[in-house]
């Protein structure tokens, strides 16, 4: 039987299962064939548990792969990302982040033996979206909804009408992805630049490649505490699944 892609079908599926009231109290939900399926699969309550908020965004059609043997440090990605999206060229605004791994590499100033980056062993680790399955922590913790996903790319694109600045994304991103804009006042992230990366365009090294999408947040260490600005239920829930086993999220 084809199964319809209506939020209907959820709101009908969640009062059975006594969740009626996480869905009017939560004003987002995006809803797609495959969505309702694995929804329903895992079971309501063993997904969302009786007070979790209700983030079903669909997965995106690619991503942006990065390999840090093949960067040069240029910086040319976050120029080009910068250029195409804001009309200045102004790296600290760029969506891919290569000075989070220039000069300090994955683990900070005080990185010790796993030190990397140009005070390092040279390897720059370029810091790029993983375009996060469900749950999506900055959707997740947006209180103005104003994370959706773009119906060409299926990428999470910030509604800067809906934005209000309130930086809760940036907390609630565990890879520490989020932009913000200071002058503007608004959060921002990488969308896939509908579905042409100026960034993978601008690699000379091609250190860069835009294939499509597939989970890797459990293939990477967080670089700050996981949804902190997130309940503690809804946190734990989320750390199960985008951190790997048997690691803790850092610390700050």
Known sequence: MKRENSPEL???AANAAGMEATLSRRGFLLLSASAVSGFTALGLCEALGASAPLVILDNAKGMILAD?????GCQRCELACTEFNDGRAQPSQAR???????????????????????WGNGLVVQGVCRQCPHPVPC???CPESAIQTDPKTGARVVDAKRCVGCRLCQRACPWD??????????????FLCHGKPKCVEACPAGALRFVPW??????????AATLSALSPATAKACVDCHVPSGKKPARR
């Open 96 to 118: 891919i982040k290569i000075d989070h791994a220039m000069n300090f590499g994955p683990e900070g100033p005080t990185g010790g033996p796993g030190m990397q980056g140009t």
């Open 10 to 12: 959820i709101r009908l």
């Open 139 to 141: 959707a997740t913790a």
């Open 214 to 223: 597939r989970d890797i947040t459990r293939e990477g260490r967080a670089g």
């Open 68 to 72: 840090p043997s093949r960067c040069v």
């Open 177 to 190: 992805m989020m932009t913000f804009d200071e002058e503007r006042q608004k959060a921002s992230k990488c």
